[in-house]
C-alpha cells in the first residue's frame, strides 16, 4: 500500500510550513502503536526500496525484499544469503528481544 504522498511533496510542505498532503505524522503513528500495547515499534520508512531481514530460530533469515528487486513478498535464505537479490545499499541495526528465551 503506498502512502497518499510522496517525499519530495512532504519536503515542499515542510518548506513552505505548510501541512502535509497526507500520511500520518510523527505522534500519529506513536499513538497508533501505543495503542496497541507496542513497546519498540520500529518505522522503516524507506519507501518502495526499504528491505527487512530477521535471524530466525532455525539460523536461517527471512528477507522481505523491495519490490524492484523481487516479485516474491518473502524469501527464506541460508546465513550465506545464497539466492538473495541482488544491489542494493545496507542501513541496519539490531533489535535483541531479552526477554525471548
Known amino acids: ?3 497518499p504522498d510522496d517525499e519530495f511533496s512532504s519536503i515542499q510542505s515542510f518548506l513552505q510550513r505548510k501541512p ?4 500520518w ?3 500519529e503513528l506513536q499513538r497508533f502503536w501505543r495503542a ?3 513497546w519498540g515499534a520500529v518505522n522503516l520508512d ?3 526500496v526499504t528491505q527487512m531481514t530477521c535471524l530466525r530460530k532455525d539460523g536461517n533469515y527471512l528477507l522481505l525484499p523491495p519490490a524492484w528487486a ?6 527464506i ?3 550465506t544469503f545464497a539466492g538473495a537479490p ?4 545496507v542501513m541496519y541495526f539490531f533489535v535483541r528481544d531479552t526477554a525471548a528465551k
Open 1 to 3: 500500500m503506498q502512502e
Open 20 to 23: 502535509g498532503t497526507g500520511g
Open 25 to 27: 505524522t510523527l505522534l
Open 36 to 38: 496497541f500495547g507496542a
Open 46 to 48: 524507506g519507501g518502495v
Open 70 to 75: 523481487s516479485n516474491k513478498h518473502e524469501m
Open 77 to 79: 535464505l541460508p546465513s
Open 86 to 89: 541482488q544491489g542494493g545499499t
